[in-house]
């Protein structure tokens, strides 16, 4: 079967126009391309005139003027004058001394008498339980007895009982020459009701027969704890 052709589409007839086509559209593009020209841009200088020139302040060099140096000493003037004064001054020639004694010129020495002076009290330094060589006794023992007596004599505080307080309250006293307990301080604190039943029983204490250092009756120091507890 033979195929027959359109003589409408031949593109054969068309090249002519086509070509003449391509020519008026390059001839445009060169056209424009010489037509085209670009503005300048405007650069702005705003920050150039508003700055401010900042002058360095000239600061004047001052010299501290020296003091003027002390004025030199004078040079005393000698002069060659002499001035003579007249002796007018009459001696008194009648004054007389004499070895001999004179008792109207002595003194007059009386007996010392000691009157009834003052003794100096001094007062005896305290000397801790543990260094004193003789230890202070109650009534015949040693400490453990003592503590014996203060537990015999506490009377627990019903404010304590009622709150369930209890505890150590650390005393400090001092048994005296005589025997006597004084000073009697709270050391550490437990209740006040506890503390103030502590000092009352200790410082009711009886004698005791006193600590003695080199054979002579001495101050002792102790520190002593007394226990409340519940039961």
């Known amino acids: 079967m033979e195929i027959k052709k359109s003589p ?4 054969e007839n068309k090249k002519l126009l ?9 001839l445009l593009v060169v056209l424009g391309a010489f037509e085209w020209s670009t503005k300048e841009k405007e650069v702005s ?14 600061v004047p060099i001052t010299q ?4 003027p140096p002390p004025e030199a000493p004078k ?14 001054i009459k001696v ?7 070895t001999e004694d ?50 015999s004599q506490i009377v627990y505080p019903e404010i304590a009982k009622e709150n369930g307080v209890q505890g150590r309250v650390m005393l400090t006293f001092t048994v005296n020459t005589d025997g006597s307990v004084s000073d009697v301080k709270v ?23 006193p600590g003695k250092q080199r054979d002579k009756p001495v101050k002792v120091k102790f520190t002593f704890p007394v226990i409340f507890q519940l039961r």
């Open 75 to 88: 040079e005393p003037i000698l002069s060659d004058v002499i001035d003579i004064v007249d002796d007018n």
């Open 187 to 209: 050391l550490r604190s437990v209740d006040s009701s506890l503390d103030k039943e502590a000092v009352r029983v200790v410082s009711n204490s009886p004698k005791w027969t």
């Open 102 to 151: 004179d008792n109207s010129l002595g003194v007059e020495i009386k007996e010392y008498i000691p009157g009834n002076q003052e003794e100096e009290v001094v007062e005896e330094e305290e000397i801790p339980f543990a260094i004193v060589e003789e230890k202070p006794k109650f009534r015949g023992g040693d400490q453990n007895d003592f503590t014996k007596w203060v537990f």
């Open 92 to 98: 008194d020639e009648t004054l007389l001394l004499t």
């Open 45 to 58: 200088l705003l920050d150039e005139q508003n700055q401010v020139v900042v002058e360095d302040e000239v």
């Open 64 to 67: 501290e003027t020296p003091p």
């Open 8 to 11: 409408k589409a031949n593109l």
């Open 18 to 26: 086509f070509k003449e086509i391509g020519l008026i559209i390059a």
